[in-house]
């Protein structure tokens, strides 16, 4: 089993940056795909980003192609989110999630483990 803690989120204004990290702890981040996903007020969460094991394959959400970048560094066991230009829509709470079958899934279903979550407020 792998536990995530996400870290990084905060008060931001619109056209800001920010950078999310994610540590993992309990097993090596090498053996599973990873993700961001994300859940605004009264909405349902959806999918961010993901990156494919050993690869460095990604694939983002429409929404945030060309203004996020997601990474991973499997020696340090972490998995990090830079969030560049952001708007006031992409307010929510972020959360990391691990999947330990295929690879780059979008569905919240395909992911094992998931972390807490850390929040982005982003005012205009």
């Known amino acids: 089993q792998v536990q995530l803690v996400e870290s990084g989120g905060g008060l931001v204004q619109a056209g800001d940056s920010l950078r999310l990290s994610c540590a993992a702890s309990?097993?090596?981040?090498?053996?599973?795909?990873m993700g961001w996903f994300r859940q605004a007020p009264g909405k349902e969460r959806e999918f961010v980003a993901a990156?494919?094991?050993?690869?460095?394959?990604?694939y983002y959400a429409d929404s945030v192609k060309g203004r996020f970048t997601i990474s991973r560094d499997n020696a340090k066991n972490m998995v990090d989110l830079q969030m560049n230009s952001l708007k006031p829509e992409d307010t929510a709470i972020y959360y990391c999630?691990?999947?330990?079958?295929?690879?780059?899934?979008?569905?919240?279903?395909?992911?094992?483990?998931w972390g807490q979550g850390t929040q982005v407020t982003v005012s205009s």
């Open positions: 990156i494919s094991r050993t690869d460095g394959r990604k």
């Open positions: 999630a691990a999947r330990w079958t295929g690879e780059l899934g979008v569905r919240l279903i395909e992911y094992d483990y």
């Open positions: 309990g097993r090596t981040l090498t053996r599973y795909a």
